[in-house]
């Protein structure tokens, strides 16, 4: 709970708005992560795409960062989030994305991290956890915050794609009644 409570509190209120406005106009959102990170940038990338916005995760640097970085400009956001131990491959991305126009949020735990200092918009998440590891809950809820807040930018968009989403659940069976 402190973490929840710590990150929450770090937010700026403008920021945040800013970057949701930011996040609910890209023509296309990347999230880049990996390592620890790597669960909750999939999350992110799912949740956006499923409010109704063109979404992707890029969880391992490489070839695969390299050729969905190619094509993105001014209307895109790419999000990295890194904590502590940063990936060269999270930071290269952000870099790159600035370079060629693009917006870029960083998720990290320090907002004087190499990924903060790269971009637009930084918000600092607690990852105190037990003993060696760190604790996701205030990425989390900084990720579930974000989407909530972007959905809402649109209820209609996120309504519809709500929508398609449930008819192709039933058309495809994939749910067990």
Do not use: C
Request: glycine content about 6%.
């Amino acid at each position: 709970m402190q973490n929840i409570q710590r990150t929450a509190s770090a937010i700026d209120q403008a920021m945040f708005e800013a970057a949701v406005r930011r996040l609910a106009s890209a023509r296309e959102i990347v999230v880049v992560a990996t390592g620890v990170t790597a669960a909750a940038g999939f999350f992110l990338a799912y949740s956006l795409e499923v409010i109704g916005l063109r979404a992707r995760a890029v969880l391992d640097g490489g070839v695969a960062q390299a050729v969905t970085l190619t094509h993105l400009g001014a209307e895109d956001v790419v999000v990295g989030l890194g904590v502590w131990r940063y990936v060269r491959s999270t930071l290269d991305a952000l870099h790159q994305a600035k370079e060629q126009g693009a917006t870029v949020i960083a998720i990290t735990d320090s907002i004087v991290s190499p990924l903060a200092r790269h971009a637009d918009y930084a918000f600092e998440v607690a990852t105190e956890g037990a003993m060696h590891s760190l604790s996701m809950t205030g990425v989390m809820s900084l990720i579930n915050a974000l989407v909530a807040a972007t959905s809402l930018v649109d209820p209609a968009r996120t309504s519809r794609a709500l929508q398609r989403i449930d008819r192709q659940f039933v058309a495809r069976e994939l749910l067990i009644s």
